[in-house]
């Protein structure tokens, strides 16, 4: 079975510095792996997904993540937080043969002025 | 593209009380999934259906849930009786043959 873990559950920046938000997974066969974001009263958002191809993902607003089989790692990255970022960011993976996704317990990225 | 579509978005009932949540997915995804949030346990995966046949439930709590999936578009999960303990936000998720599953807007319990 696939799982995943988020390190740290919340982190902070300040505007304009570079974001950092980790993600280890675990998984038998070669993982499916997402990042979503859900702002406050909100369902979770698609940032980006990994399935095949490029390691390097480009997704929406600006973030980016790298697939690192080496290091099981999907850490989610951005160059410069806005204010519009802070909200909670969940990290997941899934195998290509089953529905079954599994989350991270999530990281709440808060953004100084 | 509507997304998926979540009533009510809030219900606060009394402990005892049936609650029953509604869910429309994507029109054209065949898997829809049902999640429970909570500050405790985070996102809990509850049941999931593929083609309206429910695949695996074995994450919903006790025998008080049950869900059920009728036709393509539409899926109620249901509480019976409600307690306080239920009290989360719940999410409706649907998928098509791409990877990723889209979130409704979730519909936050509560239980007195």
């Known amino acids: 079975a696939q799982s995943v873990t988020q390190l740290g559950s919340h982190v902070s920046v300040s505007e304009g510095a570079l974001v950092l938000l980790r993600c280890n997974y675990s998984s038998s066969v070669p993982p499916y792996l997402f990042w979503y974001v859900q702002y406050p009263n909100q369902g979770l958002q698609l940032l980006l997904k990994?399935?095949?191809?490029?390691?390097l993902v480009k997704g929406i607003n600006g973030f980016e993540a790298e697939f690192k089989k080496s290091e099981t790692s999907f850490h989610l990255t951005k160059p410069s937080a806005h204010m519009s970022d802070a909200a909670e960011y969940f990290c997941a993976v899934s195998q290509y043969n089953n529905n079954d996704m599994r989350f991270g317990a999530g990281t709440r990225l808060t953004v100084k002025p | 593209d509507a997304g998926v579509i979540q009533s009510p978005r809030h219900e606060v009932t009394e402990m005892g009380q049936e609650v029953t949540l509604r869910c429309k997915p994507i029109s054209g995804h065949n898997s829809l999934f049902w999640y429970r949030q909570t500050m405790m346990r985070g996102l809990e995966l509850l049941i999931y259906?593929?083609?309206?046949?429910?695949?695996?439930d074995s994450g919903m709590p006790e025998d008080r849930f049950s869900a059920k999936m009728p036709n393509a578009s539409f899926s109620t999960l249901k509480i019976q009786p409600s307690e306080p303990r239920d009290s989360a936000v719940y999410f409706c998720?649907?998928?098509?043959?791409?990877?990723?599953?889209?979130f409704g807007p979730g519909t936050r319990l509560t239980v007195t």
């Open positions: 998720a649907s998928r098509g043959f791409s990877y990723e599953q889209y």
């Open positions: 990994y399935t095949t191809g490029a390691t």
């Open positions: 259906f593929n083609n309206n046949v429910p695949i695996d």
